[in-house]
C-alpha cells in the first residue's frame, strides 16, 4: 500500500491510502497479450504435432490470466481517505466502485491496532467510536499500519489538548 500523509495546519490531518500499483492499464494488457500469444504459439505448435488437447488448456489459462489482471486493476482505483477536523473524523473508504463514508466526533474517536493472536493472523487498524469502528489500511504493511496509527493518536491528541484548555 502507498500512504500518503497531508498536513496543512496543526488542527488538520488527511491520510489517503492507496494500493502501490506499479503497472499501468496499458502495460497490463500488453502484459498479457504477450503471455497470449506465446501460450498459443506453443499450444499451436503442440496442436500440429497431433496433441489437440493442449489447446483447449492454454486458452483457460489465457482466460484466467485475463481476469485476475482485470480484478488486479479494478482493485486499483480503492483507497482510504481519512480526513481529521477541528470537530469531526472523516472515513472516506472507496471499493470496487462504491464509496462508503463514515463520519464521527473528533473528541471521542478512537484508533486501535490490533495484533493477531499468532503470527498467522493480519494485525487490523481501526478507527471509530462508541462501538463502531471501520478498518482502514487493509493491505498496509504491519509496520506501516503501526505508523499511521501513531500519526493518527497524534493527530487527535492534539485536539483533546486543544479543547481542555
Known sequence: MRESVATS???EFRALIRPNCSMSPRAAAVVVICFTVLALAIALSFFTLGLWLVLPFAGLE???LGVVFAVVAKRAHDYDLV????DTVTVSQYRGGAEVLQCYQRYWTNVRFESG???FHIPRLLIG???EFVEIGASMTEDAKRRLADRLKGALGR???AVSR
Not at 83 to 86: E, G, T
Open 9 to 11: 495546519s496543526p488542527a
Open 62 to 64: 489465457m482466460l484466467v
Open 83 to 86: 480526513i481529521v477536523d477541528a
Open 117 to 119: 493472536a499468532s503470527r
Open 129 to 131: 467510536s462508541h462501538g
Open 159 to 161: 485536539t483533546r489538548a
